[in-house]
Antibody
């Protein structure tokens, strides 16, 4: 069965960086993309971006451009999301999800299997 | 970015009720609209993709319709396990966006 298992809780200081991992199993990793979303406490979902595990092409939300980097390691079927220059409003649960899109045209796709979420707290 | 607006933001309903949630896009998005269900402390779950296609394993009481800028998610007969928050998401643009969510509570 498809599973996405994320890394554990992180506590960071403002200005630091965080790197969250997402290990996939139960499907051919390089035949799909991985999308990331986050959810601040008590708030809705915010889409962060997407990476193709086939081409390693990325597409980031404009709000996060310049601060976020998404990567994949096909040898371990793991995706990573790094967020830099952390601020208090980056405190959120971060989710990875499988997205059946491997090329740059993302029209019509969706996030069908989700990881369990990783809480990132940014506090001085 | 394409803005997604859901209504209502919350609603109270009873088991067995028919429930309808609306999602409106700031521009036409054809049929590229997905619906997710999220329960407290859990990851979202895909219910409906491309406006009306039921994800495998999702009960048939869930249905989606609409195109252009206007979409609806309908639960034909609300069950106890359906009390949750529901989100729409557009994937017409390569910059995906979610609606703000609709919380379905027990009356």
């Amino acid at each position: 069965q498809v599973q996405l298992v994320q890394s554990g809780v992180e506590v960071k200081k403002p200005g630091a960086s965080v790197k969250v991992s997402c290990k996939a199993s139960g499907y051919t990793f390089s035949s799909y993309g991985i999308s990331w979303a986050r959810q601040a406490p008590g708030q809705g979902l915010e889409w962060m971006g997407w990476i193709s595990a086939y081409t390693e092409n990325t597409n980031y939300a404009q709000k996060l451009q310049g601060r976020v980097t998404m990567t994949t390691d096909t040898s371990t079927s793991t995706a990573y999301m790094e967020l830099r220059s952390l601020r208090s409003d980056d405190t959120a649960v971060y989710y990875c999800a499988r997205a059946p899109a491997i090329y740059d045209v993302l029209t019509g796709y969706y996030m069908d299997y989700w990881g369990q979420g990783t809480l990132v707290t940014v506090s001085s | 970015d394409i803005q997604m607006t859901q209504s209502p933001s919350s609603l109270s309903a009873s088991v067995g009720d028919r429930v309808t949630i609306t999602c409106r896009a700031s521009q036409s998005i054809s049929s590229y609209l997905n619906w997710y269900q999220q329960k407290p402390g859990k990851a979202p779950k895909l219910l409906i993709y491309t406006a009306s296609s039921l994800q495998s394993g999702v009960p048939s009481r869930f249905s989606g319709s609409g195109s252009g800028p206007h979409f609806t998610l309908t639960i034909s007969s609300l069950q106890p396990e359906d009390f949750a928050t529901y989100y729409c998401q557009q994937t017409y643009s390569s910059l995906w966006t979610f609606g703000q969510g609709t919380k379905v509570e027990i009356k």
